[in-house]
């Protein structure tokens, strides 16, 4: 009995380990329609995954990222945007609402899913995989509202800086055309910093 309960642990241990993504490119996500987008259709890009919100300081970063695609979409970039509504609740409202609000404010074209959660136990399962492939790096406390995201977050949370979870709206994890993540990006990054290193993964 004893030796039939250990295999029955083995075959379902090496079965769990089997379903787990080995990879970016195994994973799925769903559109704003609630569809599933698998990211394998997305081999041979870079990717930008960004967690917006639209109530949020870092809002107008909008206009930065749809400038970015504009000028590099033709050239292989990918901009994803998932909504999060976990920082100070910055994205209310519905899938269609918040993509209506920002094609009007911003012009928008790139891709936008289905909103998310980032961080806790009902996290996407995505952005468990881009926390882990690149972690916390710290904020520019030198940005207009890095000091001010910097002291909120660390009234909160003295040990915020130990974790890996995503701090804020606007947080940004490059992937090459490979399925790696090559960079994070926090909202208080200069955009001009992001540009460079879609740049570089472009081979412009």
């Known amino acids: ?34 569809n599933e987008v698998v990211l394998r259709q997305f081999k041979g890009k870079v990717l930008l995954i960004v967690n917006t919100a639209t109530r949020c300081g870092f809002t107008p970063q909008y206009e930065e990222l749809e400038a ?17 509504n976990q920082f100070g609740q910055q994205a209310p409202g519905t899938e269609e609402e918040i993509h209506s609000f920002c094609q009007l404010n911003f012009g928008t074209e ?18 468990m995989y881009l926390k882990n492939e690149q972690p916390f790096k ?24 130990e974790s890996n979870d995503i701090k804020w709206n606007f947080t940004k994890f490059l992937v090459d055309q ?22 570089n993964l472009i081979g412009m």
Request: glycine share 6%.
């Open 110 to 127: 790139f891709p936008q899913f289905k909103k998310v959660e980032v961080n806790g136990e009902n996290a996407a399962p995505l952005f």
């Open 138 to 161: 710290g904020l520019d406390v030198n940005h207009p509202i890095g000091k001010i995201l910097d002291e909120m977050l660390s009234k909160a949370d003295p040990n915020y800086k």
């Open 1 to 34: 009995m004893r030796h039939f309960t250990l295999i029955l642990f083995i075959l379902i241990f090496t079965q769990a380990i089997a379903m787990e993504p080995k990879s970016f490119y195994d994973y799925s996500v769903l559109d704003r329609k609630g």
């Open 68 to 84: 970015l695609y504009k000028s590099y979409h033709q050239h292989g970039l990918e901009i994803l945007d998932f909504p999060c």
């Open 178 to 199: 490979n399925g790696h993540v090559t960079a994070r990006f926090e909202p208080t990054e200069d955009m001009k910093v992001v540009e460079a290193a879609v740049k």
